[in-house]
């Protein structure tokens, strides 16, 4: 009889232990854990950076009336046509018209685009373009200078192939 009262007593605290350990499991994942992202804000993100990127590609420059995606493909593949660019200046100057390739010209419409959309609305952001040439060099951030987000991001990829099995990859980091 005592040993069966022994064994029911093993049992009980063996049962208060079960519910401890879950209780502090469930503690641990509300408490410390990374919250699941905003499914709103998340598709809020995807329309945006891929309406940008494609308005970006769709865009008609001053250089030659050529779209801007026509200035990136001429950077990549080593054309450098020459075309006057645009500088983007500041906020109260606006934009000014320099002598310049087709890569200067493809940067400074982007870093226009950007800081006219994006950094307007106050939100950072880290656009790259990876492929063959000097299109690593069209590139923008908010802040200036980052090459990644501080914490969470939302990726827009797009791949355009541009001849000779070669590819431009353009990257659109949104940053939350």
């Known amino acids: 009889m005592r040993n069966r009262r022994v064994q029911m007593e093993l049992l009980v605290?063996?049962?208060?232990?079960?519910?401890?350990v879950l209780g502090l499991m469930l503690a641990l994942r509300f408490f410390f854990l990374v919250p699941p992202e905003n499914p709103v804000q998340l598709a809020r993100d995807t329309h945006l950076g891929a309406n940008l990127l494609d308005s970006m590609f769709e865009t008609k420059t001053t250089c030659s009336n050529r779209r801007l995606i026509e200035l990136v493909t001429d950077c990549a593949t080593g054309g450098g046509s020459s075309c006057a660019a645009v500088d983007v200046g500041d906020a109260q100057t606006g934009l000014h018209i320099i002598e310049g390739d087709s890569c200067l010209h493809a940067t400074r419409i982007v870093e226009y685009m950007f800081e006219r959309t994006l950094k307007l609305q106050g939100r950072e952001y880290v656009f790259t373009i990876e492929g063959p040439g000097s299109v690593g060099d069209i590139q923008a951030s908010n802040p200036p200078g980052a090459t990644a987000c501080a914490?969470?991001?939302h990726l827009t990829p797009r791949v355009k192939p541009i001849g000779n099995q070669q590819t431009l990859t353009f990257k659109l980091l949104l940053c939350e």
């Open 13 to 20: 605290l063996a049962i208060i232990m079960v519910i401890v």
């Open 151 to 153: 914490g969470s991001a």
